[in-house]
Structures are given as C-alpha cells and as structure tokens.
Nanobody
Framework: EVQLVESGGGLVQAGGSLRLSCAAS????????IGWFRQVPGKEREGVSCIRSSDGSTYYADSVKGRFTISSDNAKNTVYLQMNSLKPEDTAVYYCAAGPGCSYYYTSYDYWGQGTQVTVSS
C-alpha cells in the first residue's frame, strides 16, 4: 500500500522556521519525484517545491526561493522541506505528493499525503 505521511506542521511567528517531513512507503522511492504543494481554502493547490529522488534535482516556486529548502534522505524514504523566514502568506495546508517527474501541476502526481497545517502569525 502506498503511503505518504507528512509531519512537522504547526504554528509559528513570522520570521520563524519549520521543517516538514514526508515519509514514503509502498513504492520504489528513487523512481519518483516528490513534490510539496500547499492549499488555502478557496484556492487551487499550489506547487511549492519538488525533488527528483534519482538525481537530487530540485525546483522551487518563485514565492519560496531563497527561504525554503527541499532535501531527500533516500535511505529513509523521506523528503524534508525546511522553511525559513516564514511569512503569514505561507499559511496553508501543506501536502507532499509522488509522481513520475517534477511538475508544479498537482494533476501530474499519482500519490498524495493527508496534509499538515502550517500557520504563520504576524
């Protein structure tokens, strides 16, 4: 059974940091790309970052470049999203997803986690 389990969300003040984790199981981890998306009520799911497990290539949305860092521990089948200098507009439910390649379009991904809430207070 494929599973993606996010953790690490919470409440933080603006300027603070959080590290999200996405633990994957049930598929061959290094054959997939893992993306992070976020969504606020009433808006479409937005691509934040992605890492290609096979070669470590990374991609970031312009809104998070320089503040967020994605990394992968292939031995643990886990992807991390280090989020620094958080802003209130980063508040959202964050999801990780697995797909055949990195894409900012949520429809490109096959498997999804349940999401973790990140709230940044001003």
């Amino acid at each position: 059974e494929v599973q993606l389990v996010e953790s690490g969300g919470g409440l933080v003040q603006a300027g603070g940091s959080l590290r999200l984790s996405c633990a994957a199981s049930g598929f061959t981890f290094d054959e997939y790309a893992i993306g992070w998306f976020r969504q606020v009520p009433g808006k479409e799911r937005e691509g934040v970052s992605c890492i290609r497990s096979s070669d470590g290539s990374t991609y970031y949305a312009d809104s998070v470049k320089g503040r967020f860092t994605i990394s992968s521990d292939n031995a643990k089948n886990t992807v991390y999203l280090q989020m620094n200098s958080l802003k209130p507009e980063d508040t959202a439910v964050y999801y990780c997803a697995a797909g055949p390649g990195c894409s900012y379009y949520y429809t490109s991904y096959d498997y999804w986690g349940q999401g973790t809430q990140v709230t940044v207070s001003s």
